[in-house]
C-alpha cells in the first residue's frame, strides 16, 4: 500500500502527497459577480504554500443559475476564466495541483450566503437578487423555494454549461476538474429517488438517474482533452430509507469511469433536511472504501479526518487512494507540513520563504 506521503498520478499530473484540500464555499464575491477575489488567492495560495497535494477551489457555478448563492464564484464568463488565472498559476507556483470543483446547486440555488445574512434562511427572493432555481422535479427542498422541473432543452443547457465550464477551467490553468454529484445538489438530484420523481429517460431505473451525470461526465471528458485527470463527488448515502446508496455510487462510479472520469471522492447526505447523521471521526469513510473494493475505482476519504496518524491509517490500510480535509486546514492551512514532521516523513517542498521554522533543520 502507498503511504499519505507517496505522489500519485492520474493521467498526466501527479499529486505530490495524497493529503488534499477539499472543496469550500467561501460566500466571498460581494459584488455578485461569480468574478473570483483576492480572498480566493489568498485563501488558497495558503493551502498550497501549506503543501496539500492539491488544492480544489470552492464549488464553482458553470451558470448563474446554478450558484448556491448570490456571493458564489463562477466560471461561465471570460472574465471569471481570467481572474481564476492567476490563482491557479499560484497554487501550482507551490507544487500543488491547482484544481477547480465545477458545479450546478439545482434546487439548492438562489439561498441566503451561510454568513452575513444571519437574519435570513431559504430562498433569497429575486426582489433581493435571487433567481427562480431548477430541478430534476418540482419538489422543493424543505425551506426553499419550489423548483422548476427542467424540460429536455434545460438539461442540454446543463450539459453545454459543465462543457463550457470545461473550457474556461483549463484555459485558467486547473490541472484536476471535479464534478460536484454530492450533497443534495443538482446532479445528487438527478441520482437520488428521494429528489428526482421524473416518468421520463430522466427517472425511474438507475441507469435513467444516472443519465445526467454520465452525459456531463462524457461531455467534460471530450472538453478537456485526455492529460486532465476528472474526478466526481458523490454523496456515498443519503442516510435516508428509499435513497441513494453507497452501491447505487459504486455501479455509477464504475459507469462513470468508462465515460471519462477517473477518480472518486466519497461524501455523503445534502438531499433532505433534517436527518440525522451519525457524525463521528471518519465516518464516510467506509463509503469511499466500498466503492473503492465493489467497483474497483480510485477513491479519496472525506469527513472529519483531523489527525496525521489518522489520515495516514485510511491511506497505508487501503480504505482510500487519498485523504481530503475541509475544516482540519482552515484550523491549520499548513496541517501537511505539520503532518510529515509529526509522522517523521522529510519534505522538500517546504516554502524556502518558511525553511527557518522546519522543526528538524
Ligand atoms: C466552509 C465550508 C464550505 C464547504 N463548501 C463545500 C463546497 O463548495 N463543495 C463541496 O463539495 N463541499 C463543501 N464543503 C464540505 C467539505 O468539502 C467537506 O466534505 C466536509 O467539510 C467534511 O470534511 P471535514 O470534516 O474535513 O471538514 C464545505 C465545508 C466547509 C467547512
Known amino acids: 500500500m502507498p503511504s499519505l506521503f507517496d505522489p500519485l498520478t492520474l493521467r498526466g499530473v501527479t499529486a505530490r502527497n495524497r493529503i488534499w484540500t477539499s472543496p ?24 498550497a504554500s501549506g503543501g496539500s497535494g492539491i488544492v480544489f477551489t470552492e464549488a464553482t457555478a458553470v451558470s448563474p443559475e446554478g450558484r448556491i448563492s448570490p456571493r458564489d464564484t463562477g466560471i461561465w464568463t471570460d472574465e471569471q476564466r481570467d481572474a481564476w488565472r492567476p490563482i491557479a498559476d499560484f497554487i501550482a507556483s507551490q507544487g500543488a495541483v491547482p484544481a477547480i470543483q465545477l458545479a450546478h446547486a439545482g434546487r439548492k440555488a438562489s439561498t441566503w450566503p451561510a454568513w452575513g445574512f ?53 484555459d485558467a490553468g486547473f490541472r484536476v476538474l471535479e464534478i460536484h454529484a454530492a450533497h443534495g445538489y443538482l446532479l445528487h438530484q438527478f441520482l437520488s429517488p428521494l429528489a428526482n420523481h421524473r416518468t421520463d429517460e430522466y427517472g425511474g431505473s438507475l441507469e435513467n438517474r444516472a443519465r445526467l ?51 472518486f471522492d466519497i461524501s455523503s447526505g445534502g438531499i433532505q433536511a433534517g436527518i440525522r447523521i451519525p457524525v463521528g ?76 521554522a522546519r522543526w528538524r533543520d
Not at 509529526?342 to 519534505?347: D, I
Open 24 to 47: 469550500m464555499c467561501m460566500y466571498s464575491v460581494i459584488d455578485e459577480s461569480g468574478v473570483p477575489q483576492t480572498w480566493q488567492l489568498v485563501h488558497l495560495g495558503a493551502l
Open 118 to 170: 444571519e437574519d435570513r434562511s431559504g430562498t433569497v427572493p429575486e426582489s433581493e437578487g435571487g433567481w427562480r432555481p431548477v430541478a430534476p422535479s418540482a419538489v422543493a427542498f424543505e425551506g426553499y423555494a419550489v423548483p422548476d422541473e427542467l424540460d429536455a432543452a434545460g438539461i442540454d443547457k446543463v450539459v453545454d454549461d459543465f462543457r463550457a465550464a470545461t473550457v474556461r477551467s483549463v
Open 213 to 263: 451525470l454520465l452525459r456531463v461526465v462524457a461531455a467534460v471528458r471530450e472538453a478537456a482533452g485526455g492529460d486532465v485527470p476528472l474526478f466526481v463527488r458523490f454523496s456515498g448515502s443519503d442516510w435516508a430509507e428509499g435513497g441513494w446508496d453507497e452501491q447505487q455510487t459504486a455501479t455509477v462510479a464504475a459507469w462513470a469511469q468508462e465515460a471519462g472520469a477517473d477518480f
Open 281 to 356: 471521526p471518519g465516518y464516510q469513510v467506509p463509503f469511499a472504501h466500498h466503492v473503492r473494493s465493489s467497483a474497483e475505482v480510485d477513491v479519496s476519504a472525506v469527513g472529519l479526518i483531523t489527525t496525521p496518524r489518522q489520515a495516514a491509517e485510511i491511506v497505508e490500510s487501503g480504505q482510500a487512494d487519498a485523504v481530503m480535509l475541509a475544516r482540519e486546514l482552515l484550523r491549520d492551512p499548513h496541517f501537511p507540513l505539520r503532518a510529515a514532521h509529526e509522522l517523521g516523513v522529510q519534505l522538500d517542498y517546504w516554502p524556502p520563504q518558511y525553511l527557518r
